[in-house]
């Protein structure tokens, strides 16, 4: 059951309120009754739910990892670690990562923070206001000097430090294609469609 797919599904309620959330298998049975009022789908085995006016984090056997503290607000969990949020003053947050035990392993002090890919959470400071990315301990890998939030996909990102110019780095924030192009759009299968300073497009390989 543990590696089973699971679905969110809603029992049956004539007046369409009084319904409650579980989870069907992929023969459309009850591997978990429903008897959630508020639920999210499962993603790295664990799924948020609301009972009773309190907030869980729940594996696939339905048994409550850890409750959720009323003051922090938690998203999916992306590669062992969740973005986790609270507002410092009123819309202020702070954001950091909390792991599946409930533990806050990386501590509410960026402006915004992404999900974790690819063994990197991408940040943003709440000094400079630039991106940057750390590691699942929390070190600082790729220095906050970028002006876009760095989405890495086969090991590699598009990167704007300058406003105008964008580039394309590594892992550890290296330049592999220098800052010298108006665009870049995404890449796939090591090729993307770009834009030169004379506004001319082509395609870029890697």
């Keep these: 059951m543990k590696n089973q797919s699971l679905f969110l599904a809603r029992s049956w309620s004539n007046d369409r309120k009084n319904y409650k ?7 459309g049975q009850w591997a978990i009754e429903p008897e959630y009022e508020k639920a999210n789908e499962f993603h790295d085995g664990f799924a948020k739910v609301e009972k009773d006016n309190k907030t869980f984090i729940i594996n696939k056997q339905n048994e409550k990892i850890f409750e959720i503290p009323t003051t922090t607000h938690l998203g999916q969990f992306h590669e062992g670690l969740a973005i986790a949020y609270i507002e410092e003053k009123r819309g202020k947050y702070k954001h950091g990562y909390m792991n599946p035990k409930g533990e806050l392993i990386i501590p509410f002090q960026y402006e915004r923070a992404e999900n974790f890919k690819e063994g990197l959470g991408c940040i943003q400071s709440s000094e400079n206001k630039n991106w940057g990315a750390v590691d699942k301990s929390g070190q600082l890998i790729i220095t906050c000097k970028f002006h876009n939030s ?38 796939s299968d090591g090729l993307a469609n770009v834009r030169d300073k004379k506004l001319e497009n082509m395609v870029l390989s890697i």
């Design 21 to 27: 959330l579980g989870y069907i298998n992929a023969l």
């Design 150 to 187: 760095l989405y890495f996909e086969d090991r590699i990102a598009v990167a704007n430090e300058d406003y105008n110019l964008y580039g394309v780095i590594d892992l550890k924030g290296e330049y592999i294609i220098l800052p010298k192009f108006e665009s870049i759009d995404k890449f």
